[in-house]
């Protein structure tokens, strides 16, 4: 497994917790982002009502009791990549229903040998409306994974700052990737970006 960007300052959020408001919160029109923290065996140790949500979509979970053990099925079946690219073992982005989502995952303790102990945390970001096809989009276009990178951050309404502290880079080189982005895709603004991929939807 590679080294993930290290996540500190973490605040857990309980499994009592998650499921006291999940009834609220999967009535809510907002979407916020989900979170998982998980062991070195990828079990749930910690979620919010919004992962469950995003992750049991179009089921309604009835039993809360459960719902440990359906996020650590679920967590195998969709968020683990099959690939074996040398890079993150999650899926950087993933559907769910007709939503897309972004799947960030960060290392929180890779010293610890105790296979119980928090390792994992995983962000769920909801992606722009509308099912952009990124992979053709990037093959269409010849995007390089580093251009790839900025475009996502970017179709979320990431700004240069946002992006380069996301990216760990100057924000100089990410106006260079977004430069460059034009050039592939014939656009003259960040904005003409987005509506020139949003174009290429089917």
């Known amino acids: 497994?590679?080294?993930?960007?290290?996540?500190e300052g973490l605040?857990?959020?309980?499994?009592?917790e998650a499921?006291?408001?999940?009834?609220?919160?999967?009535?809510?029109?907002?979407?916020?982002?989900?979170?998982?923290l998980t062991d070195s065996l990828l079990n749930p140790i910690s979620f919010n009502a919004e992962a469950i949500q995003i992750l049991s979509y179009p089921e309604k979970l009835a039993d809360l009791a459960?719902?440990?053990?359906f996020l650590a099925e679920k967590i195998r079946s969709t968020l683990v990549s099959t690939r074996s690219s040398g890079e993150s073992p999650f899926v950087p982005e993933f559907r769910s229903g007709r939503r897309r989502y972004f799947c960030r995952a960060f290392l929180v303790d890779s010293g610890s040998k105790e296979p119980f102990r928090p390792s994992m945390a995983m962000l769920l970001e909801r992606g722009p409306s509308g099912l952009v096809p990124l992979s053709e989009v990037c093959q269409q276009f010849k995007l390089t994974q580093r251009e790839r990178e900025v475009l996502e951050y970017l179709l979320q309404g990431m700004s240069s700052k946002v992006i380069a502290n996301r990216m760990n880079l100057s924000p100089?080189?990410?106006?260079?990737?977004?430069?460059?982005?034009?050039?592939?895709?014939?656009?003259?603004?960040?904005?003409?970006?987005?509506?020139?991929?949003?174009?290429t939807q089917p």
């Open 1 to 7: 497994m590679s080294a993930l960007p290290q996540l």
């Open 11 to 16: 605040k857990s959020v309980s499994v009592d």
């Open 19 to 36: 499921n006291k408001s999940l009834t609220e919160k999967l009535t809510s029109p907002r979407s916020t982002a989900g979170f998982l």
């Open 66 to 69: 459960r719902s440990e053990l």
């Open 172 to 199: 100089s080189t990410v106006k260079a990737f977004l430069r460059l982005i034009m050039i592939k895709t014939g656009s003259s603004s960040r904005s003409a970006i987005v509506g020139k991929i949003l174009m």
